[in-house]
């Protein structure tokens, strides 16, 4: 899969690839030809990091409506030979999306092109959920012959065929074909077995119920295929890389001694205590995280001098863990250790537990603690930028609204405005929201045309509707709009009651 270069913010094309409020309003004011050529340019090549949290599909539909552009970029790109060589659902995800909403929209061409696209591409499942949303049976149903041929008979393909009909995001068709296609009924009436079945066989080792026995369980096979060596920091055997799904992998170590944390906290008893402790700074992988993880939960004392040592220490994997469970810890005695280790005065601020330490403070933190959090903030984007959607940034950006900080305002307007990834851009607005004064005649009125339905009904919440002709009309349009969201729409309907309220 491609890795798309991102343009500078204050160009068209970078405007758009974030979803930024202003890349539509600059593209409705740009030459056309210019506007159309970047819109298919973010179409076709996907900036989003992470399109499971990133919304860009109504956005770019709608410029699409408002600049009433063709769909042969999008045709090119869904029928290239790379459609077959590429399976990447991610590669065609995007455009067919935007197809789904200017079909809703009533584009004849792009539900033509659905069609199309889900009878021979190679991501047709998408393509047919979209379709499945939008479509009327009869053009449903003349798919279906289609559909099935991507099944082979025989055993291999109904199986895959099952497998399909029970991920399917929208069953519509399927129910359908069902009614004219004896293999889809046969199919369906199959899956709900085969899902029981499933459960039924599921097999698995339970620990024993003393401390010792889920202490033991929570190594009990972790080590087999990965080594005890690559815990230490040696190489792991090869054969644990090449199997995804082992047990051995260090995440599977994370689960199983979460697991084995919550089996502690059912059978620990006070006389126990000694064991928990040794195993916590001695133990095996398994074994120590779920002691680490446990004493946490019980808001032990002793918590805090182990993650501190495990910080320290030279496997990454166990400081990974270590700085996680810093997040996890509450309470007075917690957040006065964090204090300590945020604070630039004693030399570790800068630190792998500095940094994990002032987010503690963001999630938890108290109003006092908005400089520690304002600083960690300024830090991080000094040393990493904004370039990725980060979950250490956003919990320092939504720390600074929490806590009010209004000292965290110049940057939340630096990330706002050069953040590739919108679900942090959304996340800088809320904050900024909370902490900057000038929020409502100032990015709030981008924040409307921006790409995030959260976003939009942030800035619905809080736009001054008097200074600027195009908020009113904006705020109408969304209410009138029947693809927008349900939220943003009880937002805007309400900040129309109450202009016109104040108008009489």
Known sequence: MFEPVIAPSASLLGLLQRGRGDGQ?????ADRTEAIAALEECVTRDPRADWQVENRSLYYARLYMELEAPLDGIEDHLHSPEDLL???????????????????????DALLMLREYAATGTNWAWALDELALRDDDRGLL???????????????????????????????????????????A?????????????????????????????????????????GADAFAGGPARPEASRDAGSPARPDAVD????????????????????????AAGTGLPGARRAA????????????????????AEVDDRMVRFALELLGRMRGPEALARARRWADPATGGADSALGEAAVRLLAD??????????????????????????????????????????TGAVPVLRHIYGEAVSSDLRGRAARALAATDVHF???????????????TRELAARHVATTGDARVLERLRRLAADPAEEAEVHAAVRGRLTAARERRR
Request: hydrophobic fraction near 45%; glycine fraction near 10%.
């Open 25 to 29: 309003l600059h593209a409705l004011a």
């Open 86 to 108: 590429d399976e990447d659902e991610a590669r065609t995800g995007l455009a067919l999306s935007v197809l789904g909403h200017l079909a809703a929209y009533g584009r004849r």
């Open 142 to 184: 003349l798919l279906g012959t289609a559909v099935l041929d991507h099944f082979p008979p025989g055993p291999e393909g109904d199986a895959e065929l099952r497998e399909t009909i029970r991920g399917a995001y929208e069953p519509r068709p399927w129910r359908l074909w069902a009614a004219y296609h004896p293999r889809v």
């Open 186 to 226: 046969a199919a369906g009436e199959q899956s709900p077995f085969d899902l029981w079945q499933r459960q039924v066989n599921r097999s698995g080792v339970t620990p024993g119920w003393s401390t010792a026995d889920v202490l033991a369980w929570a190594d009990q096979g972790e080590l087999g295929g990965l």
């Open 255 to 278: 689960r199983r001694a979460a697991a084995a944390a919550r089996c502690l906290a059912a059978v620990v008893r006070p006389e126990d205590r000694p064991a928990v402790l040794e």
């Open 292 to 311: 680490m993880r446990y004493l946490v939960d019980q808001r032990d004392p002793a918590a805090a001098d182990l993650i501190e040592a495990a910080a």
């Open 364 to 405: 938890a933190g108290e109003p006092a603690d908005g400089p520690l959090v304002v600083a960690g903030l300024r830090r991080w984007v000094s040393l990493h930028g904004v370039s990725g959607a980060d979950s250490g940034l956003g919990t320092l950006v939504d720390g600074a609204g929490r806590l009010a900080a």
């Open 440 to 454: 409502p005649e100032g990015p709030a009125v981008e924040c409307l045309w921006d790409c995030e339905e959260s």
